[in-house]
């Protein structure tokens, strides 16, 4: 059996594409006064069609894990939580470039290291729900609460939008990176 079904490489091939062009078109709209990379109007129509894609192929992902066996990998136990990632980040820092064994090697019950499924939990259960929902926010303005202590409830929305934006395009680059390591260069 594979460690990735079908459906997490399908789900998975969608999110990475739309993520490129997300992070082309809010690039580009957020520096529009440069012109950016391309105009404001095609960049606002590109990231809205990738942004409600995206969406629907994460309820595919949520769903996914909810009824299959994926769902598990992605389960945090509070029994060593704080010893194991030290382990691993230990590892990750210092023991990967000394040539040591990994200290949670893969298997079908384990598919994450406690870092890997850290990180994973963070950027699908928290960092995905309130990058869409501050999306949606600025979709759909009027939906939006207009001041929150005195401040423009919008610029809130845009200002978790853009961070959250940022955090996971982060995320995105050293998961890139962390997947090209093996045990060989
Ligand atoms: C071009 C961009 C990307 C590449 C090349 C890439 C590569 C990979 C690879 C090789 C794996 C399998 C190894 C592993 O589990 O660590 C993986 C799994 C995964 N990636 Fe990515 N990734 C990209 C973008 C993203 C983005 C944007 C997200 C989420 C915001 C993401 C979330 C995940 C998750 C949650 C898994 C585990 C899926 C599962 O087995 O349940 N990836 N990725
Ligand atoms: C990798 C994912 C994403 C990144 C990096 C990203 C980034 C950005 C950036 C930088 C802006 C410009 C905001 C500003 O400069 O003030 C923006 C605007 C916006 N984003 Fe995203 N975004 C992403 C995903 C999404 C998603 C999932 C949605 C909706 C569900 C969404 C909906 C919007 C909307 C509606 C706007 C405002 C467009 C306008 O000005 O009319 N974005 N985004």
Known sequence: MYLYPKWVRLWHLINA????????????????????????????KWHNIAAIILTANYVFFILGNALTSNGKYYKISRKNLFSDLKVQFRYNSY????????????????KFNPLQKFTYVLAMYAGM???????IGLMFP????????????????????ISMGFLLSLFMIIHIYKCTLGSKP
Request: proline letters at 4%.
């Open 17 to 44: 594409l739309l993520f490129i062009i997300l992070i082309i078109t809010g690039v580009s709209m957020h520096y529009t006064g440069n012109k950016g990379m391309i105009g404001f109007a095609e960049a606002v």
């Open 95 to 110: 023991g990967i470039f000394k040539g040591e064994k990994q200290p949670f090697p893969v298997t079908m019950e384990n």
């Open 129 to 135: 729900p309130l990058l869409i929902i501050s999306g």
């Open 142 to 161: 009027d939906i939006t609460v207009k001041r929150f202590f005195g401040v423009s409830g919008l610029v809130l929305v845009d200002f978790l939008h």
